[in-house]
């Protein structure tokens, strides 16, 4: 089975938008649209890469940004055009983030990546996702790149909660028995990275990092906690999570980094 029919099969059968808004996924999409908000002035355009079913693409455009969406799979883009209003500035189609050759040079203040890279597996892959997302930017334009990250994915779905075996994956070739970095395949869907793959995939690109973003911190550790919060408790939680999400000691022990950079002029 090639990569591309993984995530179609598995996105075909995921519910991306339930993930989103409980209240503990709740956290990974505020702490981002806090982030691109810092970002944005009237009459930006955005491209949303590997959109999903449009979560974000959707917010934005109901703020009134014009949006031009790319999504790889189809059963996403159906429920995408589903939720599209007729006041919203907003285009979809069918593409992939390795080549974005319909868009042209320059072209975008505000660039988001924030799936693609959890299912690509090959640096030079990686890096020309990057590059392309780069190159349809306009010259001091922000890309927003997110990741799984693997050392709060191996916690919490290892460690604590048992649904993955971290002695099989050990075993497997999966983990290394040593450093625990992760070694992904296509077949598990998702691509574990630590902070240290993330800088040097940006080398050499023309461009500034920002901020480097903790975007769910603890959260998914201690996610039934949150889901249990009355409105109060859960503000308090963000105004913590937001005041520690970019701690040098405490980026690493997060299931998504949330890397924020500027293209040079």
Request: net charge negative; glycine share 6%; with cysteine.
């Amino acid at each position: 089975m090639t990569r591309d029919q993984y995530l179609i099969d598995f996105y075909s059968h995921y519910d991306e938008d339930s993930r989103l808004v409980s209240r503990h996924g709740m956290v990974e999409f505020l702490t981002t649209m806090r982030y691109i908000e810092r970002f944005l002035s009237p009459g930006d355009r955005i491209l949303e890469i590997g959109a999903g079913t449009g979560r974000y693409s959707h917010a934005l455009a109901r703020k009134g940004f014009p949006v031009d969406a790319v999504e790889l799979v189809p059963y996403n883009i159906a429920v995408f055009q589903e939720k599209t209003l007729p006041s919203e500035q907003i285009t979809i189609t069918q593409g992939n983030a390795l080549d974005l050759s319909a868009f042209s040079d320059d072209r975008y203040d505000i660039t988001l990546l924030l799936g693609p890279l959890y299912h690509l597996y090959d640096p030079e892959d990686k890096r020309r996702a990057l590059r392309e997302a780069i190159r349809v930017t306009k010259p001091g334009g922000v890309i927003f790149a997110a990741y799984v990250i693997s050392d709060g994915c191996l916690v919490d779905e290892g460690f604590l909660r048992n649904h993955i075996s971290v002695a099989d994956y050990i075993r497997d070739g999966l983990l290394d028995s040593e450093t625990f970095a992760a070694v992904s395949t296509p077949k598990g869907i998702f691509e574990l990275v630590r902070k240290e793959e993330i800088d040097q995939l940006l080398e050499g690109f023309p461009v500034t990092r920002l901020h480097y973003v903790a975007a769910d911190g603890c959260t998914l550790l201690i996610r039934e906690a949150i889901d249990r919060m009355d409105e109060e408790a859960f503000r308090l939680y963000l105004r913590y999570h937001f005041a520690t999400c970019e701690r040098e000691d405490m980026v690493g022990i997060t299931s998504h980094g949330l890397d924020v950079f500027r293209k040079l002029a």
